[in-house]
């Protein structure tokens, strides 16, 4: 079954540290995508990265990273030198379209707070 | 990337009472879904949307508490009928593209009191 497991439900740091979010998933298959979304206080879904489960690169954005490795099957996230605005709810989720076509599950969330 | 709209962006409604949510599209798309986000919780499927054909529910979301309509590749509907206070959640709409991807719409808060 397909699964995916936040364990950090909130955290809290100061601003310009560095905060990592973790993510580990399960499934069966080979084939699947991850992704980060970023849920602002207003509610909205702000779609941040989506890997394929064939493409173990890390990927830098910005003031955002992500470590994906299958070994452990993790899909890291970590923001460096934190503001305020990344103060949200993230959101890890997990699709395998060749088993359950185009459904996302998602993680139950990692609230960050960004403390100035 | 698609450009969701939903409407209303938030509502307070009273017990057994339905409210109906919109979702408009930029685009068209093939698969539009429905999501809940009860409050502190993370997103549930409620049911997928094809146009053309009848929603398909997720295990404990039924037809007659959420019916739902797809007129159209741009546009569909989801109605939360007979609400009670368990009802009080985000509905958020999302349309999907193969390769798999989701975008989301701003969510509909609703209330119900």
């Known amino acids: 079954a397909q699964k995916v497991t936040q364990a950090q439900t909130e955290i809290s740091v100061v601003e310009k540290e560095d905060v990592t979010l973790d993510c580990v998933y399960e499934?069966?298959?080979?084939?699947?995508?991850l992704f980060w979304y970023k849920q602002p206080p207003s509610g909205e879904l702000v779609f941040l990265i989506r890997r394929n489960s064939f493409d173990e690169q890390n990927e830098i954005s910005g003031r955002y990273s992500w470590n994906f490795q299958k070994s452990t099957s993790s899909f890291n996230f970590t923001i460096t030198a934190s503001q305020v605005v990344d103060s949200a709810v993230y959101f890890c989720a997990l699709s395998d379209p060749s088993n359950t076509g185009n459904q996302f599950y998602f993680g139950t969330g990692t609230s960050l707070t960004v403390i100035p | 990337s698609a450009v969701i709209s939903q409407k209303p962006s938030r509502d307070i409604c009273q017990r057994g009472t339905s409210l109906t949510i919109q979702c408009q599209v930029d685009?068209?798309?093939?698969?539009m879904f429905w999501y809940r986000q009860q409050p502190g919780q993370s997103l549930t499927l409620i049911a997928t949307?094809?146009?053309?054909?009848?929603?398909?529910?997720e295990s404990g979301f039924v037809i007659d508490k959420f019916p739902i309509s797809r007129p159209n590749l741009t546009f569909s509907t989801l109605t939360v009928s007979n609400m009670s206070p368990e009802d009080s959640s985000i509905y958020l709409c999302?349309?999907?593209?193969?390769?798999?991807?989701?975008?989301f719409g701003p969510g509909t808060r609703l209330t119900v009191t």
């Open positions: 949307a094809n146009q053309g054909s009848e929603a398909t529910y």
């Open positions: 999302s349309v999907g593209s193969g390769p798999p991807e989701q975008y």
């Open positions: 685009s068209q798309v093939t698969m």
């Open positions: 499934t069966r298959d080979t084939t699947y995508y």
